[in-house]
T-cell receptor, first 111, second 114 residues
Framework: SQQGEEDPQALSIQEGENATMNCSYK?????LQWYRQNSGRGLVHLIL?????REKHSGRLRVTLDTSKKSSSLLITASRAADTASYFC???????????FGGGTRLMVKP | DVKVTQSSRYLVKRTGEKVFLECVQD?????MFWYRQDPGLGLRLIYF???????EKGDIPEGYSVSREKKERFSLILESASTNQTSMYLC???FGGGFGETQYFGPGTRLLVL
């Protein structure tokens, strides 16, 4: 069952612009993760943010987490054509080993 | 680097055939997972395993079985393939310890059942 829901479902921007994707979830979490999937390939882990963290950076990626609103955002700064991919958030509950994935945001970065 | 490999990138099978999808990871991970991914439905968990010979049903186990005889290998079996099992199948692995550790994915197998 999908707990995370990404918004928007699709996003098209020009190279050099920033891209922001949002994720909302329903139940309490231990951590939230973002993954990227290039067309026809497997998912690649980007960043993990724990429930007691509010913001995390990795290179051009910035992730925020607001547990009171049960939402997270992924910001990609100075986007490149190579960032074109689908981006998924995944939430880990406080029990069990399973991640629950959202439906993804399809990002297209035009050169 | 963690490496998760899947036996085939593309597979075409006939309805009723028995299909084996193999997944191997090289990082001594305790947990292994099988998902299917369909447009508009996201990733859905079929089965997972937290140890050798241990398996647990995910959200959509019907029509599938799994086998984990060795720690590094997790097989997904379609006992009698049907057209509604045409999909992208993704294998993943993670360290044990619970609470949703980072998962490492294979490249995926795109299965077409005719």
């Amino acid at each position: 069952s999908q707990q995370g829901e990404e918004d928007p479902q699709a996003l098209s921007i020009q190279e050099g612009e920033n891209a922001t994707m949002n994720c909302s979830y329903k139940t309490s979490i231990n951590n939230l993760q973002w993954y990227r999937q290039n067309s026809g390939r497997g998912l690649v882990h980007l960043i993990l943010i724990r429930s007691n963290e509010r913001e995390k950076h990795s290179g051009r990626l910035r992730v925020t987490l607001d547990t009171s609103k049960k939402s997270s955002s992924l910001l990609i700064t100075a986007s490149r054509a190579a960032d074109t991919a689908s981006y998924f958030c995944a939430t880990a509950s406080n029990a069990g080993n399973m991640l629950t994935f959202g439906g993804g945001t399809r990002l297209m970065v035009k050169p | 680097d963690v490496k998760v490999t899947q036996s085939s990138r593309y597979l075409v099978k006939r309805t009723g055939e028995k299909v084996f999808l193999e997944c191997v990871q090289d990082m001594d991970h305790e947990n292994m997972f099988w998902y299917r991914q369909d447009p508009g439905l996201g990733l859905r968990l079929i089965y997972f395993s937290y140890d050798v010979k241990m398996k647990e049903k995910g959200d959509i186990p019907e029509g599938y079985s799994v086998s984990r005889e060795k720690k590094e290998r997790f097989s997904l079996i379609l006992e009698s393939a049907s057209t509604n099992q045409t999909s992208m199948y993704l294998c993943a692995s993670s360290f044990g310890g619970g609470f949703g550790e980072t998962q490492y994915f294979g490249p995926g197998t795109r299965l077409l059942v005719l």
